[in-house]
T-cell receptor, first 112, second 112 residues
């Protein structure tokens, strides 16, 4: 079946550093969503992207919908300890469906 | 965004027993979804629950193992039947709101 591959799988960074992660698919997506999951919690929606090339920000977070429509990127600027968690990309593999598949996740750890 | 609650938040169960998980939304929604997140893994869609019709199950999930009810537009239940240790996971419900999915806090199930 379709998969969304995220890289890196995990990363340790120093507080204050910028972080970049990406999500790639073997097929075209029309919507990309980025979520963050804290331990013991459900995923929380960070950013939604609907158009190829779209660049959207939410505070220190910026996400881009890749031009090929097969990838998306999430950047976090000036990381802080509460950025720790698992970041998932997600999207509907079939246009017009509400069924989403989730990426493999990027686990972020911030060193104070 | 919708506010979603789940009960129980966690449980420890004996193999061979069943557990019913409840999901309550603060607004009426057409589609509700149930996901499973196995330890250290991403989210996998179990089924889509629409009010007034049978749930639609994804490949690898069957109604006998995961019966779902959707009695009204704000509530759904998922039962994990005849449990085995392999069913130990976080079970999450979500709702779709204008092409964005929002999640409940999850139910952490441990089967001994």
């Amino acid at each position: 079946g379709q998969q969304l591959n995220q890289s890196p799988q995990s990363m340790f960074i120093q507080e204050g550093e910028d972080v970049s992660m990406n999500c790639t698919s073997s097929s075209i997506f029309n919507t990309w969503l980025w979520y963050k999951q804290d331990p013991g919690e459900g995923p929380v929606l960070l950013i939604a992207l609907y158009k190829a090339g779209e660049l959207t920000s939410n505070g220190r977070l910026t996400a881009q919908f890749g031009i090929t429509r097969k990838d998306s990127f999430l950047n976090i600027s000036a990381s802080i300890p509460s950025d720790v968690g698992i970041y998932f990309c997600a999207g509907p593999p079939t246009s017009g469906t509400y069924k989403y598949i989730f990426g493999t996740g990027t686990r972020l750890k911030v060193l104070a | 965004s919708a506010v979603i609650s789940q009960k129980p938040s966690r449980d420890i169960c004996q193999r061979g027993t069943s557990l019913t998980i409840q999901c309550q939304v603060d607004s009426q929604v057409t589609m509700m979804f149930w996901y499973r997140q196995q330890p250290g893994q991403s989210l996998t869609l179990i089924a889509t629950a629409n009010q007034g019709s049978e749930a639609t199950y994804e490949s690898g999930f069957v109604i006998d193992k995961f019966p779902i009810s959707r009695p009204n537009l704000t509530f759904s239940t998922l039962t994990v039947s005849n449990m085995s240790p392999e069913d130990s996971s976080i079970y999450l419900c979500s709702v779709d709101s204008i092409n964005e999915q929002f999640f409940g806090p999850g139910t952490r199930l441990t089967v001994l």
